[in-house]
């Protein structure tokens, strides 16, 4: 991998022979864990300018250039966050000559209080090629990080590392996109009867000028059919068209709760493990062909062009003296180039087997295709692959190996028909009938179910204190609870419509297996699994904890104090917030200097709110709500195993606690200046 300095360029044919699709990662990492901020990316004529508004891909419009670029969304790292680009470059309109890839922040938030601001870039197979790492962002709410531009018909890459102090629309604005600041009237005028309006109205401010780096001279060009300046604009709006599903069915016709609705996609006929992978890949698959949006969601990570998907299965490929079967095959195709990749699917919790990837990775690269993709319950975690896969180095064509969970592949769907919508109705019911599969006991596919051999021995040796540090057990439990975490941010974030992310508080730059180990070593010592995620729109970080040693199971969140009102207005606020919490919430008053005041369950505060004041006259700064439940004992997802009885606590904290406060972190604004 080459690192790149600030204003550094280099081709990516020199350093890959995959680079006709890639993607590119944007990263950061925050002291307090909540540091967020939005990618944006312009594609650019040989002008400097956007052709048209629709060049312009951000949170309201996350694909453009006819889905040559797609924003993939953010994935969780070890220190922090990272918003990932997929780029078909071969499938860039022949207009665009420069492609800018930018961020932006909101609310006064500025880049220079975020650390680790990286960038990396990497190929089809999934090998990394370069990495720019800014040293001072500044006191900036606007960041270009890089371009990709042509240069003699091939692609190169240039580190900028530039501020905007104007925001987004500052940078949208200079680059020629027509932004709309008066949101109010977009709201009305593009939303129709059902339709969904996004959360977040636009882009803010007026533009500071920057004058842009030379960019490379065109290469000679097919003409277009106009001049850019007489297409005409569409400005960026904030309402949504597409189709979503209600949440709640409509009334059913059936005469009694005997009759069952016809599904596409029936379960009963399933009886072993075998029918179970077999028809999970097919319906997959087929729903991934036929619904492009869904399609394109779950391969633009894995180095996919945007182009023709067909899926198929039991395909019969020669492998030495016998032929092998992967369980499917998905094609696409793009201006006549192929991208293949080989499916081999688990289910029921069943694992991957080694000899089976490898042999359909040997496959893949004595074919050219260009990945194989894993499929099942078990969830990757970064720097500890499911399977390990030997690489023939002889070989110069390279095969890259990616991991889906089912968990996540509910999620894709449950996002697109419930909140983010797709093209057409009969697509949203396609992608339900997936949905309603998926969930069913009977198929399989049901995401992370086990805690893993080591989590019984694991409990006794916390129990009797006969668990040392070092012992490779606990690091097993402490990768398993990563996994369920994960899981439980895809499932709570598909509910809500909602970033739902881990958050990791680990020193930066750490290496996850040393991170691992050293929570291992926390868990022979003190018996605690302990985690936090981040739900975006509410007003704190919801914290889990597991107390092997009592057996109790802890969800928390802490909630700042309202800068208005008397000290016992305040108090007397939070509890009627909280009127329909349950009556067993534990209630902390935290004090300035990290301390704990007075505390008490929400039934025995009800009528006596002030005994929440501090004693000592000590200033209040915020709330910590807790709910406590015993945790289950088996290592399944059973009724009364301890992944079913997490899922209960964060369900039940959520709907009882988190989602009744009123507290709201700011809706963004279009026009007018930053939030």
Same mark, same amino acid.
């Given at each position: 991998?080459?690192?790149?300095?600030?204003?550094?360029?280099?081709?990516?044919?020199?350093?890959?022979? +995959?680079?006709?699709?890639?993607?590119?990662?944007?990263?950061?990492?925050?002291?307090?864990?909540?540091?967020?901020?939005?990618?944006?990316?312009?594609?650019?004529?040989?002008?400097?300018?956007?052709?048209?508004?629709?060049?312009?891909?951000?949170?309201?419009?996350?694909?453009?250039?006819?889905?040559?670029?797609?924003?993939?969304?953010?994935?969780?790292?070890?220190?922090?966050?990272?918003?990932?680009?997929?780029?078909?470059?071969?499938?860039?309109?022949?207009?665009?000559?420069?492609?800018?890839?930018?961020?932006?922040?909101?609310?006064?938030?500025?880049?220079?209080?975020?650390?680790?601001?990286?960038?990396?870039?990497?190929?089809?197979?999934?090998?990394?090629?370069?990495?720019?790492?800014?040293?001072?962002?500044?006191?900036?709410?606007?960041?270009?990080?890089?371009?990709?531009?042509?240069?003699?018909?091939?692609?190169?890459?240039?580190?900028?590392?530039?501020?905007?102090?104007?925001?987004?629309?500052?940078?949208?604005?200079?680059?020629?996109?027509?932004?709309?600041?008066?949101?109010?009237?977009?709201?009305?005028?593009?939303?129709?009867?059902?339709?969904?309006?996004?959360?977040?109205?636009?882009?803010?401010?007026?533009?500071?000028?920057?004058?842009?780096?030379?960019?490379?001279?065109?290469?000679?060009?097919?003409?277009?059919?106009?001049?850019?300046?007489?297409?005409?604009?569409?400005?960026?709006?904030?309402?949504?068209?597409?189709?979503?599903?209600?949440?709640?069915?409509?009334?059913?016709?059936?005469?009694?709760?005997?009759?069952?609705?016809?599904?596409?996609?029936?379960?009963?006929?399933?009886?072993?493990?075998?029918?179970?992978?077999?028809?999970?890949?097919?319906?997959?698959? #087929?729903?991934?062909?036929?619904?492009?949006?869904?399609?394109?969601?779950?391969?633009?990570?894995?180095?996919?062009?945007?182009?023709?998907?067909?899926?198929?299965?039991? %395909?019969?490929?020669?492998?030495?003296?016998?032929?092998?079967?992967?369980?499917?095959?998905?094609? %696409?195709?793009?201006?006549?180039?192929?991208?293949?990749?080989?499916?081999?699917?688990?289910?029921?919790?069943?694992?991957?087997?080694?000899?089976?990837?490898?042999?359909?990775?040997?496959?893949?690269?004595?074919?050219?295709?260009?990945? *194989?993709?894993?499929?099942? +319950?078990?969830?990757?975690?970064?720097?500890?692959?499911?399977?390990?896969?030997?690489?023939?180095?002889?070989?110069?064509?390279?095969?890259?190996?990616?991991?889906?969970?089912?968990?996540?592949?509910?999620?894709?769907?449950?996002?697109?028909?419930?909140?983010?919508?797709?093209?057409?109705?009969?697509?949203?019911?396609?992608?339900?009938?997936?949905?309603?599969?998926?969930?069913?006991?009977?198929?399989?596919? @049901?995401?992370?179910? +086990?805690?893993?051999?080591?989590?019984?021995?694991?409990?006794?040796?916390?129990?009797?204190?006969?668990?040392?540090?070092?012992?490779?057990?606990?690091?097993?439990?402490?990768?398993?609870?990563?996994?369920?975490?994960?899981?439980?941010?895809?499932?709570?974030?598909?509910?809500?419509?909602?970033?739902?992310?881990?958050?990791?508080?680990?020193?930066?730059?750490?290496?996850?297996?040393?991170?691992?180990?050293?929570?291992?070593?926390?868990?022979?010592?003190?018996?605690?699994?302990?985690?936090?995620?981040?739900?975006?729109?509410?007003?704190?970080?919801?914290?889990?904890?597991?107390?092997?040693?009592?057996?109790?199971?802890?969800?928390?969140?802490?909630?700042?104090?309202?800068?208005?009102?008397?000290?016992? #207005?305040?108090?007397?606020?939070?509890?009627?917030?909280?009127?329909?919490?349950?009556?067993?919430?534990?209630?902390?008053?935290?004090?300035?200097?990290?301390?704990?005041?007075?505390?008490?369950?929400?039934?025995?505060?009800?009528?006596?709110?002030?005994?929440?004041?501090?004693?000592?006259?000590?200033?209040?700064?915020?709330?910590?709500?807790?709910?406590?439940?015993?945790?289950?004992?088996?290592?399944?997802?059973?009724?009364?195993?301890?992944?079913?009885?997490?899922?209960?606590? *964060?369900?039940?904290? @959520?709907?009882?606690?988190?989602?009744?406060?009123?507290?709201?972190?700011?809706?963004?604004? #279009?026009?007018?200046?930053?939030?």
């Amino acid at each position: 991998m080459q690192k790149m300095t600030k204003g550094a360029n280099v081709g990516l044919a020199e350093l890959s022979e +995959n680079a006709g699709s890639v993607v590119m990662s944007l990263g950061w990492s925050s002291p307090t864990g909540q540091g967020d901020a939005d990618v944006s990316v312009l594609l650019l004529d040989g002008n400097g300018k956007v052709g048209s508004d629709t060049d312009f891909c951000f949170y309201n419009n996350p694909v453009a250039g006819d889905g040559s670029v797609q924003l993939l969304g953010k994935t969780p790292t070890a220190d922090g966050d990272e918003d990932r680009i997929s780029f078909d470059l071969d499938a860039v309109p022949a207009r665009v000559e420069q492609i800018v890839v930018a961020a932006s922040r909101y609310g006064g938030a500025r880049f220079g209080d975020l650390d680790d601001l990286h960038l990396t870039l990497a190929d089809g197979a999934g090998d990394s090629l370069v990495q720019f790492s800014v040293e001072d962002a500044g006191e900036v709410s606007a960041f270009i990080f890089g371009e990709l531009y042509r240069r003699g018909g091939a692609w190169k890459f240039r580190a900028v590392g530039q501020g905007y102090a104007s925001g987004l629309a500052g940078l949208a604005t200079d680059f020629g996109v027509d932004i709309d600041d008066d949101a109010g009237g977009e709201e009305q005028a593009g939303a129709g009867p059902g339709a969904e309006v996004d959360r977040e109205a636009g882009p803010e401010s007026i533009p500071a000028q920057r004058t842009p780096e030379p960019a490379p001279a065109p290469a000679a060009e097919p003409a277009v059919e106009g001049p850019a300046e007489a297409k005409p604009r569409t400005r960026p709006r904030t309402a949504r068209k597409k189709v979503t599903l209600p949440r709640s069915a409509k009334k059913s016709l059936a005469e009694n709760e005997s009759w069952r609705t016809a599904r596409l996609f029936p379960l009963s006929a399933l009886r072993n493990d075998r029918e179970r992978e077999t028809r999970a890949t097919s319906v997959l698959l #087929s729903v991934m062909a036929q619904v492009p949006e869904f399609g394109r969601r779950l391969t633009a990570g894995f180095g996919a062009p945007a182009g023709r998907m067909e899926t198929f299965t039991e %395909v019969s490929l020669p492998h030495g003296d016998s032929p092998r079967r992967p369980d499917g095959v998905i094609r %696409v195709e793009r201006a006549g180039k192929l991208w293949t990749a080989l499916v081999e699917t688990k289910t029921n919790g069943n694992a991957l087997k080694p000899d089976q990837v490898q042999a359909y990775t040997d496959i893949a690269a004595r074919r050219g295709y260009e990945a *194989v993709i894993t499929l099942s +319950n078990d969830v990757a975690l970064e720097g500890s692959p499911l399977v390990e896969v030997r690489t023939d180095g002889r070989r110069k064509h390279k095969v890259a190996l990616w991991h889906l969970s089912w968990a996540e592949v509910a999620h894709q769907a449950q996002m697109l028909i419930r909140h983010e919508g797709v093209g057409t109705a009969a697509h949203a019911w396609l992608l339900q009938e997936l949905l309603h599969y998926l969930q069913h006991e009977h198929s399989g596919c @049901h995401g992370f179910q +086990n805690m893993g051999a080591s989590w019984v021995p694991v409990r006794k040796g916390i129990d009797d204190e006969t668990l040392c540090q070092g012992d490779p057990r606990a690091t097993e439990v402490i990768e398993n609870w990563e996994r369920l975490v994960r899981q439980v941010c895809l499932r709570l974030g598909g509910e809500l419509g909602q970033k739902v992310l881990p958050v990791q508080r680990a020193k930066r730059g750490s290496d996850p297996r040393a991170r691992r180990a050293d929570l291992a070593d926390q868990l022979c010592a003190h018996g605690r699994l302990h985690a936090e995620i981040r739900i975006e729109g509410t007003p704190g970080i919801l914290a889990m904890a597991a107390d092997l040693r009592t057996g109790k199971l802890r969800t928390s969140i802490e909630v700042p104090v309202s800068e208005q009102g008397y000290p016992l #207005s305040k108090v007397k606020r939070l509890i009627r917030q909280l009127e329909a919490a349950p009556a067993d919430l534990h209630i902390e008053t935290l004090v300035e200097g990290d301390g704990v005041g007075p505390r008490g369950t929400l039934e025995r505060l009800r009528p006596e709110p002030g005994d929440l004041l501090p004693r000592d006259g000590a200033e209040m700064t915020g709330f910590r709500l807790s709910l406590f439940k015993g945790m289950g004992n088996g290592r399944g997802s059973a009724e009364t195993g301890f992944i079913r009885s997490v899922d209960d606590a *964060v369900d039940r904290f @959520h709907a009882g606690v988190v989602a009744p406060l009123e507290l709201r972190v700011p809706a963004r604004r #279009s026009g007018g200046g930053e939030r």
